[in-house]
């Protein structure tokens, strides 16, 4: 769940550690193999994704990005006076800086995400930027929070959730967060979210497996993570990035495919790979307009206003409960 960032270095990162050791367990142990897409974020993890967002094959972040500028009036206008934002899996707090400066009655921003390194840059910076704005940042997974920071309740609300991080998940489970969302946001609440469009494999390859191999190393980045804090002896060399389009359900898929056949200790665990063999590390979904206010529907929410952008298309979603 997610923790309020203030109780100290240390002791708010052990409890994910053990998360971390039976996620990968579980994951490596089942059929086919996979890891939750969730942990490539540590700090390595998000400076890596950083440098995805700036990638010439990525075009969602720079395409989104456009996308809020030309919108963010129409957004501000729905907005109440003194509301408080609550952002989704924060990360850098960039598309965040588009929405503050053209709602300057926002009077409290609550960033969560699971990167305490990401999550205490973000703070900082906004806080040196926005004087006057109150930041009440919460670290932990943001698919399990535990309540409004205090410093939102009794605010009027706006969520904001963008980057199709909602693509992580399949549907249920995105019905699933969007309804925990509305709860937490409470009655009346407007909830800002961006969604990618389903586009072409053309286009849909490159950004998930760029020329210079950044996105290689992100999601390599995972057995270097379980290699140093489960003491994992993956052979980095013996495993290669893969992306494939799953046009049945309309996602683009992350693997690591075992180059040989291989047994690697996790956590003490002996973990047999064949040659070839797989581990699915992420799932990024691409909705047809229609079928995201459907799954938004699902989850009690209505679309108020919808904009999307023109090739590359991406969607931002104004949802209200
Ligand atoms: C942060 C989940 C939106 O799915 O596009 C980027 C993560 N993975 N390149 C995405 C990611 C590979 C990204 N999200």
Redesign the pocket.
Known sequence: GVRLARDGAGGRERAMDSEFRKDVLAGLASSPKSLP?KYFYDAEGSRL?EE?TELPE?Y?TRTETALLRAIAPEIAARIPQGAAMIEFGSGASTKTRILLDAAPQLAVYAPMDISASALDAAAAAIRADYPGLEVAPALGDFTHPLGLPAAARGRPTVGFFP???I??FPTDEAVAFLEAARRLLGPDALFVVGADIAKGEDVLIPA?DDAAGV?AA?NKNLLVRANRELEADFDLDAFAHLAVWNAVESR?E?HLVSLEDQVVSVAGKAVAFLAGETIHT?N?YKYEPAAFADMAGRAGWRVEARWISEDPAFGVFALRS
């Open positions: 897409s994704f995805i990525y969602p980057g199709s991080t693509g992580n998930y996105t992100f683009m992350m992420e990024s």
